[in-house]
């Protein structure tokens, strides 16, 4: 690949077969670590996609009455920091406290970056660079049915903490937070100054986390979306290897974010002393899904299928039936969760619905056998390149039911989870006739599930308690 890197949609232009090959080669061997940033945290929130730290700092703002007027742009958590301390009596130890505050108000899902890492069920050790626990909580959604299994280790400088055995022993996925994790103490990272002290205690061989510093010397690391000043990607390349960037080695990394890739200092130190270091100037929200889909070609028998909700099955007849784009798995896991919560049995998962099924037969059955349809509509739905995606087999066959019924018998229960357009949207002709619903990211409102539930008692004549 050239130096002067462009960034485009299609994967494809970017990178090679070779390039794919190896990275999951080096997956399906076990030999490869991730690390992690807020380049991956693009979540949805009131219908808009923001960056979370962006999100998280303009909230804090507002709650500290903050004027963050002559700040460029969006604020960063540090600009909040450094304007909060302006003030004499701000005291930095207080807002530790905020910021956790704001982030458990928002309380986001985890993006659907996030996710799709976590479906490359070959990576079982993620570095994390946020304090969030949205990593965490996407692995224990994906892999473990949202059951909490993955484990969560935190270090901090006055806390020093490693993983429990080395990597090759661990048996449960897991994630370090290097940067420390969200707490009411004063044990993480919300500004560059804590971040200066974390790297001075990291350089501490007493408090060094030595099993995970050999993992990252040994293995391959991919970086996605660590979008880290120019003087703090090298140290990290630099720590982390545990040797000069410029020996001979056997392992690789890859910086994935075209950031990154516009950093003409960082990418000139790079091309000069780190050859085996590959920057891909690629969206990494892009390169997740794309290396999901394809780790699943790779190895289909390997992808997740414990289904997202405890005790909802497909086999549930006269369940509410669920039905979204891949794409809005998260929006449609939350309004799932909303339902499931209120005593209404959801079919949610799609797990069952193999290769070799007979797949027509299985969804026709699911439609005819539920009590509610609820279509997820988003602007993943509108893409014309989606429009033989699994998701409409399963509208086509609800409007096909619905055809059959009376104007006015409540069957179809159209969701609006972004800013798609209400009722202007492609969708089967008998979906514009129901009564739709706007449910920024999959948060539907009590009235709503008040609604769904009353129908569902009165169409299947039960309901749980």
């Known amino acids: 690949m050239s130096d002067e890197i462009s960034v485009h949609d299609d994967l494809a232009d970017e990178l090679d077969e070779f390039f794919w090959g190896d990275l999951l080669d080096y997956i399906a061997d076990g030999h490869v670590v991730v690390v992690v940033d807020s380049g991956l945290l693009e979540v949805s929130y009131r219908g808009q996609h923001i960056g979370f730290d962006a999100l998280v700092a303009t909230r804090l703002a507002e709650r500290l009455h903050l004027d963050m007027r002559g700040i460029a742009g969006v604020p960063r958590l540090d600009d909040v920091v450094s304007r909060y301390l302006l003030s004499p009596r701000a005291r930095k130890e207080d807002l530790y406290v905020?910021?956790?505050?704001?982030?458990?108000?928002?309380?986001?899902?985890?993006?659907?970056?996030?996710?799709?890492?976590?479906?490359?069920t070959g990576l079982d050790l993620f570095v994390t660079l946020a304090f969030d626990g949205l990593l965490v909580r996407a692995i224990d959604l994906v892999r473990h049915a949202g059951q909490s299994r993955t484990a969560a280790i935190a270090f901090a400088p006055n806390r020093a903490a490693d993983l429990p055995v080395p990597r090759?022993?661990?048996?449960?996925?897991?994630?370090?937070?290097?940067?420390?994790?969200?707490?009411?103490?004063?044990?993480?990272?919300?500004?560059?100054?804590?971040?200066?002290?974390?790297?001075?205690?990291?350089?501490?061989?007493?408090?060094?986390?030595?099993?995970?510093?050999?993992?990252?010397?040994?293995?391959?690391?991919?970086?996605?979306?660590?979008?880290?000043?120019?003087?703090?990607?090298?140290?990290?390349?630099?720590?982390?290897?545990?040797e000069r960037l410029s020996s001979r080695r056997q392992t690789v990394e890859y910086l994935v974010d075209p950031r990154v890739a516009g950093d003409l200092g960082l990418r000139a130190f790079l091309a000069d002393f780190s050859p085996a270091t590959r920057v891909v100037a690629l969206d990494p929200a892009g390169f997740c899904a794309e290396l999901r889909k394809r780790w699943v070609q790779r190895q289909p028998h390997s992808t997740p299928s414990a289904s997202p909700l405890a005790g909802t099955s497909a086999a549930v007849e006269g369940a509410v039936f669920i039905s979204y784009s891949s794409q809005d798995t998260a929006a449609a896991r939350s309004l799932a969760q909303a339902l499931d919560a209120a005593?209404?049995?959801?079919?949610?998962?799609?797990?069952?619905?193999?290769?070799?099924?007979?797949?027509?037969?299985?969804?026709?059955?699911?439609?005819?056998?539920?009590?509610?349809?609820?279509?997820?509509?988003?602007?993943?739905?509108?893409?014309?390149?989606?429009?033989?995606?699994?998701?409409?087999?399963?509208?086509?066959?609800?409007?096909?039911?619905?055809?059959?019924?009376?104007?006015?018998?409540?069957?179809?229960?159209?969701?609006?989870?972004?800013?798609?357009?209400?009722?202007?949207?492609?969708?089967?002709?008998?979906?514009?006739?129901?009564?739709?619903?706007?449910?920024?990211?999959?948060?539907?409102?009590?009235?709503?599930?008040?609604?769904?539930?009353?129908?569902?008692?009165?169409?299947?004549?039960?309901?749980?308690?």
């Open 343 to 465: 005593g209404i049995d959801v079919w949610f998962d799609h797990a069952e619905l193999k290769a070799g099924d007979d797949w027509d037969r299985r969804i026709r059955r699911g439609v005819e056998d539920s009590t509610l349809f609820v279509p997820v509509i988003s602007g993943a739905t509108q893409d014309a390149q989606r429009r033989r995606d699994f998701f409409w087999r399963e509208w086509n066959a609800a409007d096909e039911r619905a055809r059959g019924m009376a104007p006015d018998e409540p069957f179809l229960l159209p969701v609006v989870i972004d800013d798609t357009p209400p009722y202007g949207s492609v969708v089967p002709d008998r979906f514009r006739a129901a009564q739709w619903t706007l449910a920024p990211g999959g948060r539907v409102t009590p009235e709503f599930v008040d609604r769904v539930r009353d129908l569902y008692r009165r169409v299947s004549g039960r309901g749980r308690s």
């Open 98 to 120: 905020r910021v956790a505050q704001v982030v458990k108000d928002l309380d986001v899902e985890p993006p659907q970056a996030l996710l799709d890492l976590a479906a490359v």
């Open 168 to 242: 090759e022993r661990l048996t449960t996925p897991t994630v370090f937070h290097l940067l420390g994790r969200q707490s009411s103490a004063p044990e993480w990272v919300i500004c560059d100054e804590d971040r200066l002290e974390f790297l001075h205690a990291l350089q501490d061989d007493a408090r060094r986390p030595k099993l995970l510093f050999d993992a990252l010397r040994d293995d391959h690391l991919l970086l996605i979306g660590c979008r880290l000043p120019d003087w703090l990607a090298r140290f990290f390349l630099r720590a982390a290897r545990n």
